[in-house]
DNA sequence: GATTCAAACTTGACAATGTAAAGTTGCTCA
DNA sequence: TGAGCAACTTTACATTGTCAAGTTTGAATC
């Protein structure tokens, strides 16, 4: 065995699995998959290729295909959030706060739109089969009830309540974001220039609604 | 050569493809399958077994797998515009025409989790590839925009556009059914016995905006 | 330090899938 | 009648998800 012999330092070793990295490595590469080459190109074996362990090698850290989705999935849903965070420079005004968080939502899925389509998509049918997936998800949910409640509370809004509120708003900023990356309707189709402009003007309406 | 003789008549029988339905026939066994046994489920040989031609028959129907998909896409909105033409009996009030346009969206969406999913999700990658699918998706806009527009004038309402308007309407239901069929939200994580108190809510906040 | 043992990883295999290539069947129209 | 074209079949192959059976390795125990 020749080969034996040569050792290689773990430190050294870009490659020092077998502890620790893998897991991240392979949702990192699997998104990298995703948002180059399209849904069809993510395989389990492209991605196991991709960070050059064995084909097999993933079942040590998700059960199967749709486990490893669902951790990229929930990933996304972290991804969205640090977007978000970002959009939202500590602002006071509670109605700018909510436009941004919707902004942002919008925003995100048009950089990332297979990743978007993933998390809400029918490759993971049953979410529930995925715990750190439906937490994120709640997460997200609560990120904007926290900004809908404030909202309200200050314009003394009362005839719903801020849950329904919440869930309107994010129906809204999700169907957007998935009607655009459908291509279902275009900024063009109703006579803008671009998808900024169409988000200021959804925001408005909403906006509308919350005043 | 026994076989021979035994002749079919074509109206007789129930295959007589070679002339006509297999792409139709086709088209429903994917739905059923769609529906009854998941998106995994969903290949082209299962299609073509359920119909009981040999596995590559749909090709001389459809570019590629992709293509039977867009096409099934692109039934699901006509799927949709029956359920929808059923649930307004001739309305005369614009508002209610509306609310019930985005009930039976929703309601469809329910009733057809993986189907409406398919329509808008990540397996079709480019629906400009796919005419069929382009021209109903453009329907469905159009189907919404009406009632939008008719609404807007009855209510004098000048703020926006009824394009905008309607673009944030089907945002909205849109959104609702997707968040709801991925477990996102349920009625009972906002204190509410089932969908349909949900739906209605949420119609409410969508109708405080067109008053 | 040697031993042991579970966790992390590999090798090899198999059935199922998408799809290309080449052939066959059978309407339809000249 | 027969010629040609569209509808379908047969065969084949690379790729995929996943199982079963190893092998390596790092750390805990003696």
Redesign the pocket.
Known sequence: ?PK?NIK?S?SQNK?????????EALVDAAIDILENEGLK?????????RV?????????????????LAAVAAKGFMMMEAAQNISIPGEENTAENILALGRGYVTFGLKHPALLQLMFGPEIPDPKNHPELMSEGQKSFNRILEGVTARMDEAGITYVTPSIVTISAWSMVHGLAILLIGGKITPEGVGLNNEEELIEQVANVLHKGLT
């Open positions: 065995m034996k290689k773990p490659k020092a699995y077998h502890h620790g990295n893998l897991r190109a993510l395989s389990l074996r492209a991605v196991a290729r050059g362990v064995s084909q097999t090698a993933p079942y040590h850290h998700f059960k199967d295909k749709e486990g490893m």
